[in-house]
């Protein structure tokens, strides 16, 4: 039993040493990603007045550098292609956390798709996996249970298999991150889009209560730290949803704001700003940007 | 628990050090500990199904005094099905019933008369189908009088509930299993090395293997219709591996914790992708419930000892009955029907006992002629495969009309260049180690000790890296 022991005890300690080799490709993983706006966050990188936060809606459709000539807001995107409201209120913490608060948050949504489970909505892990060396990172991945606690003591349980690959993930033209974060829709879509016109019912009972605590938790987050909470709703190729509207309304605190893009204005059923039905392209989006600067302006609070 | 969770890793130090440091004197304390830590181990997933594995026990071993102590033929017999009743009553309730009401109302809808089906919402106790098999062999058994039953109830629920192999086998004789409980248990140091290294290339199956191939055969499976005869292919083989990996895996676990505790179970699986035909294959595969059944069902049915129609039925029946044991669902009665077909041309031709030895047992490499009978064999076994894990019969009918479409000759959409180098890295390790109990157990096991433990770091770090990302529950903790 002694001998047992001793060998398990041995095998044990060469294992807990030898393991942590492993932190070199831990450490390189985050110099292999491309979009590197969340490491930022982390290290403290991050002084802006203005910060941009949604899914590819806030990603394309503004154009924060715009934003910032013509306000005079220092500002930032920090949008997320394909990310649901869970991560933005995941992305805000973390910004509070680490960085100086911002002034104003604009909060793209995404429509009827804000409270609801859409399978192109998620929490991104896939931007946090690369991080897995920061604590705070890991810590994150534990709470949402995508690795055990076993990773807080041990590189092997950290690390991921894309840390393996030590090649450096580059950007097509529409993904690539512009100086203040937006990624703009350069190339068209040659797909054709009808505009749809047709007036849907939102059904309140599909909603989810995860998305919608996180949706308050945003709103308490900016209420604490003396932020400014603007929510935007950027332009559609179909009708703007009345529906939704309403409920959403609801669902926010009187001290925040709301901007729905220019329903009346007759370029937005353009099909020549659109990239898709609720993407648009960097034209549009330097449309749709003049329009929320105009809105900043009259509020005049900054 | 779960093997692959935290709590079992924290559980099986804790259990050890109580049997070995804190109970070790005393036997019957010993199987007390054991017992304790079986229904902790089992009641983790639902404590309220604990109340069928004690009752099931109390019946067994009330029944099994009572056969002792009875010589009346007719009363012997009742005994025995009691028993049977009961146990297999309590499987038909919670794994079949809902099967037999949904096929009972088909049946009524074709000829025209409708009626609601009464479904219930049951929920399948975690390993019913194996604890009810283990603890039917032990009152048979008694029948036979091939053993005499226990009067030892702590030794006799520590046999029912054995934690190691409690919810996913394998499926223990109380011939085999019972004396051991009697006989105080010695802790070996090879014994316990060798635990540790059955458990480690457990791991390395179902963590490495099988879930990495999971996530490929599901989204090839899940939306088979999207993709080419050559993906479905991959699909299949995905399946095929992930199968292997996770149910031995758990067999290796199983069998190598038991070693920890000074116990021997049964070989579960003996590199049965290696077979030459479907009859050694079967005689490889979950070999603890293949010989549960010939020695259950066949043979009392007559086995091969009538004519030849008897043959055909007996052989039949069983490779149904165990489709169906792994579950209420046409797709697991096709898959064994499928079995007995790809069986039926040996057993007719009397070739059915052929390939009793090891492949290449002295060579290294297979003959031609073997390599090709185990393609062949492993190509059936693939087909077959596609009957267990499709959802339904027409799914699986679709998935095999796709597969052999003239687009099987494709480059497959789905080929994860470092899956298929896992996969071909375990058939190497498989192949040097066919010979032994389990491919890990004589590697690398006569060489020095850094060469040794520096492999065994390698899997252990692959065990980890994949376990943060792809961890999937046991496929046979369903059944």
Same mark, same amino acid.
């Given at each position: 039993m002694r001998k047992f022991f001793k060998n398990i005890i041995l095998f044990s300690i060469l294992l807990f040493v030898a393991e942590k080799g492993v932190y070199y490709f831990l450490n390189q993983a985050p110099k292999n990603e491309y979009d590197k706006r969340l490491e930022n966050i982390v290290n403290n990188d991050m002084d802006y007045e203005l910060i941009i936060l949604?899914?590819?809606?806030?990603?394309?459709?503004?154009?924060?550098?715009?934003?910032?000539?013509?306000?005079?807001?220092?500002?930032?995107?920090?949008?997320?292609?394909?990310?649901?409201?869970?991560?933005?209120?995941? #992305? %805000?913490?973390?910004?509070?956390? +680490?960085?100086?608060?911002?002034? @104003? #948050?604009?909060?793209?949504? /995404?429509?009827? *798709?804000?409270?609801?489970?859409?399978?192109?909505?998620?929490?991104?892990? /896939?931007?946090?996996?690369?991080?897995?060396?920061?604590?705070?990172i890991n810590d994150v991945l534990i709470e949402k249970k995508k690795k055990n606690v076993l990773s807080k003591f041990f590189a092997l349980s950290r690390v991921n298999r894309a840390d393996f690959n030590m090649k450096k993930r580059s950007s097509r033209l529409n993904n690539t991150i512009t100086r203040c974060g937006s990624i703009l829709n350069l190339k068209p879509n040659h797909k054709e889009l009808v505009y749809n016109s047709e007036k849907t019912e939102y059904a309140q009972n599909l909603e989810e209560a995860d998305r919608l605590n996180s949706f308050l938790n945003i709103q308490e987050q900016c209420k604490k730290n003396n932020i400014e909470l603007i929510f935007v709703f950027s332009p559609n190729y179909h009708t703007f949803n009345t529906s939704f509207y309403e409920r959403f309304k609801s669902l926010v605190q009187p001290e925040n704001l709301i901007v729905v893009y220019d329903t009346l204005n007759l370029n937005y059923k353009k099909r020549e700003y659109y990239f898709d039905s609720s993407h648009l392209l960097k034209n549009g989006a330097e449309m749709f940007t003049s329009e929320l600067s105009d809105f900043l302006e009259k509020t005049n609070n900054y | 628990?779960?093997?692959?969770?935290?709590?079992?890793?924290?559980?099986?130090?804790?259990?050890?050090?109580?049997?070995?440091?804190?109970?070790?004197?005393?036997?019957?304390?010993?199987?007390?500990?054991?017992? @304790?830590?079986?229904?902790? *181990?089992?009641?983790?997933?639902?404590?309220?199904?604990?109340?069928?594995?004690?009752?099931?026990? %109390?019946?067994?071993?009330? @029944?099994? @005094?009572?056969?002792?102590?009875?010589?009346?033929?007719?009363?012997?017999?009742?005994l025995l099905w009691t028993s049977i009743l009961v146990?297999?009553?309590?499987?038909?309730?919670?794994?079949?019933?809902?099967?037999?009401?949904?096929?009972?109302?088909?049946? +009524?809808?074709?000829?025209?008369?409708?009626?609601?089906?009464?479904?219930?919402?049951? #929920? %399948?106790?975690?390993?019913?189908?194996?604890?009810? +098999?283990?603890?039917?062999?032990?009152? #048979?058994?008694?029948?036979?009088?091939?053993?005499?039953?226990?009067?030892?109830?702590?030794s006799f629920l520590a046999f029912v509930s054995f934690f190691p192999q409690l919810v996913a086998g394998p499926i223990e004789r109380a011939t085999n299993l019972l004396p051991q409980f009697y006989k105080k248990r010695e802790f070996h140091y090879s014994q316990a090395v060798d635990g540790c290294r059955q458990i480690l290339w457990g791991f390395f199956k179902k963590v490495v293997i099988a879930d990495s191939c999971a996530q490929y055969a599901n989204q090839i499976f899940n939306h088979s219709d999207d993709y080419s005869g050559s993906t479905l292919f991959m699909g299949a083989l995905f399946f095929t591996f992930q199968i292997y990996g996770d149910f031995s895996g758990y067999s290796d676990i199983a069998i190598g914790t038991s070693r920890l505790f000074g116990f021997n179970l049964k070989q579960n699986f003996a590199f049965p992708y290696f077979s030459r035909d479907i009859a050694e294959f079967w005689r490889r595969w979950h070999m603890s419930l293949s010989t549960w059944f010939r020695d259950y069902l066949y043979i009392p049915l007559g086995g091969s000892r009538g004519g030849t129609w008897m043959k055909i039925r007996n052989t039949f029946i069983i490779f149904i009955v165990s489709g169906f044991w792994h579950g209420a669902n046409w797709t697991f009665i096709i898959w064994g029907g499928l079995n007995a077909l790809y069986f039926l041309p040996l057993l007719l031709a009397n070739r059915n006992r052929n390939h009793l030895d090891v492949v290449a047992e002295n060579k290294m490499l297979p003959s031609l002629s073997a390599l090709f009978n185990i393609g062949v064999t492993f190509g059936l076994t693939v087909i077959a495969w596609v009957f267990f894990r499709a959802e339904s019969v027409s799914h699986a009918i679709s998935y095999l009309k796709g597969l052999f479409s003239s687009s099987l000759f494709s480059l497959p959409s789905v080929r994860p260049t470092n899956v298929l180098v896992l996969l071909v890295f375990f058939m190497l390790i498989e192949w040097v180690g066919r010979r032994q109990q389990y491919a890990l157990e004589v590697l690398f096991v006569k060489r020095s000790r850094v060469l040794k433990w520096t492999f065994y770091m390698f899997v252990i770090a692959l065990i980890f890296v994949f376990s943060n990302e792809t961890q999937q529950e046991f496929i046979y903790f369903q059944f």
């Open positions: 949604g899914s590819s809606r806030g990603a394309n459709n503004v154009v924060a550098c715009q934003l910032e000539n013509q306000t005079g807001l220092k500002s930032y995107n920090l949008s997320y292609k394909g990310s649901n409201v869970i991560f933005h209120d995941f #992305i %805000l913490e973390t910004y509070l956390k +680490f960085n100086k608060n911002p002034q @104003i #948050i604009l909060l793209f949504l /995404d429509h009827k *798709f804000t409270f609801v489970e859409e399978s192109t909505l998620t929490f991104r892990y /896939d931007r946090l996996f690369p991080l897995s060396k920061y604590d705070y | 628990m779960y093997f692959n969770s935290l709590d079992f890793a924290v559980f099986l130090p804790v259990v050890f050090i109580l049997y070995w440091f804190v109970t070790h004197k005393d036997l019957k304390l010993q199987n007390l500990l054991l017992v @304790i830590a079986s229904y902790v *181990f089992y009641g983790w997933w639902d404590w309220r199904f604990l109340s069928l594995i004690i009752f099931s026990s %109390l019946v067994d071993y009330t @029944i099994g @005094i009572q056969l002792s102590k009875q010589e009346k033929l007719s009363k012997r017999k009742f146990n297999l009553g309590f499987l038909g309730f919670f794994k079949y019933y809902n099967f037999f009401a949904e096929n009972f109302v088909e049946a +009524f809808s074709f000829f025209g008369n409708k009626i609601q089906p009464n479904t219930l919402d049951i #929920i %399948l106790p975690v390993g019913i189908s194996f604890y009810t +098999f283990q603890t039917l062999s032990y009152t #048979i058994d008694v029948y036979k009088r091939k053993l005499e039953p226990t009067k030892d109830i702590v």
